[in-house]
């Protein structure tokens, strides 16, 4: 007997939650429903998702939140009130939400006459997490966090059959990535980037980092001599 769907989307903006609703239901979506959540506000966050999860087992969520800021190397370095929003949203928040319904899913009992896990989880981070960005510190830093508990709760998860998933992007063609000063080599479709991230969690991956082109440059960035890099890295501001 087939499981209906349910599509949740959350986001900050309803009008642009609208709209995207309004793209799912074109390509076939039934069920969709929105709901406007701002992950600053954990607490709130949390009883939204229990009660998301209440009324309908979540049995995918992807967590892609994400604030950025890249600013010129002359400037002076991260503000204060900058690193708490950036670190609260893009690590905190997802991570909080994710443990949320981990724990939730490991407490279920597995679909009779399958073998699909209880659930799949999939954090979006980002292929800055793998430098010390000078310019664009608590970005590259929240990302970096949110890879260490991805991957640890990964680990944690395994013998509950929950999949936990890891995506590192480089530069994705979007209006906020479009904002962002500077080259952005082997920047990538959103539809790209949509079907590998599909596929990365359908196959149970632990980590993806696309494109490929970045995933090499990790290994050599991370081979390098401290001087050598650091020079590289200051050189790489906008």
């Given at each position: 007997?087939?499981?209906a769907?349910?599509?949740?989307?959350?986001g900050r903006?309803?009008?642009?939650?609208?709209?995207?609703?309004?793209?799912?239901r074109?390509?076939?979506a039934?069920?969709?429903?929105?709901?406007?959540?701002d992950l600053?506000?954990?607490?709130?966050?949390?009883?939204?998702?229990?009660?998301?999860?209440?009324?309908?087992?979540?049995?995918?969520?992807i967590?892609?939140?994400?604030?950025?800021?890249?600013h010129?190397?002359?400037?002076?370095?991260?503000?204060?009130?900058?690193?708490?929003?950036?670190?609260?949203?893009?690590?905190?928040a997802?991570?909080?939400?994710?443990a949320?319904?981990?724990?939730?899913m490991?407490?279920?009992?597995?679909?009779?006459?399958?073998?699909?896990?209880?659930?799949?989880i999939?954090?979006?981070?980002?292929?800055?997490?793998?430098?010390s960005?000078?310019?664009?510190?608590s970005?590259a830093?929240?990302k970096?966090?949110?890879?260490?508990?991805?991957?640890?709760l990964?680990?944690?998860?395994?013998?509950h059959?929950?999949?936990?998933?890891?995506?590192?992007?480089?530069?994705?063609?979007?209006?906020?990535?479009?904002?962002?000063?500077?080259?952005?080599?082997?920047?990538?479709?959103p539809?790209?980037a949509?079907?590998?991230?599909?596929?990365?969690?359908?196959?149970?991956?632990?980590?993806?980092?696309?494109?490929?082109?970045?995933?090499?440059?990790?290994?050599?960035?991370?081979?390098l001599p401290?001087?050598?890099?650091?020079?590289?890295?200051?050189?790489?501001?906008?």
């Amino acid at each position: 007997m087939p499981f209906a769907t349910k599509l949740t989307l959350w986001g900050r903006d309803n009008n642009r939650l609208a709209h995207t609703a309004s793209l799912c239901r074109s390509v076939g979506a039934i069920c969709v429903e929105t709901r406007s959540v701002d992950l600053f506000d954990i607490d709130t966050a949390l009883v939204a998702l229990v009660a998301s999860d209440d009324d309908t087992s979540v049995d995918t969520a992807i967590f892609a939140s994400g604030l950025g800021d890249i600013h010129p190397a002359n400037d002076a370095f991260d503000e204060p009130e900058l690193v708490s929003r950036l670190y609260r949203v893009n690590c905190v928040a997802p991570s909080a939400l994710g443990a949320e319904l981990a724990r939730r899913m490991a407490a279920r009992q597995p679909r009779p006459h399958t073998n699909s896990p209880r659930g799949r989880i999939v954090f979006v981070g980002s292929a800055a997490a793998f430098a010390s960005m000078p310019f664009a510190a608590s970005y590259a830093a929240s990302k970096a966090g949110l890879a260490r508990f991805a991957d640890a709760l990964r680990i944690a998860m395994r013998p509950h059959a929950i999949g936990v998933t890891l995506i590192s992007p480089g530069f994705i063609d979007t209006a906020a990535a479009r904002r962002v000063p500077g080259p952005k080599p082997f920047i990538i479709s959103p539809e790209h980037a949509a079907k590998a991230i599909l596929t990365a969690a359908r196959a149970g991956k632990a980590h993806l980092i696309l494109p490929w082109p970045f995933a090499l440059a990790r290994l050599i960035v991370g081979a390098l001599p401290r001087a050598i890099r650091d020079r590289l890295l200051r050189a790489m501001a906008p």
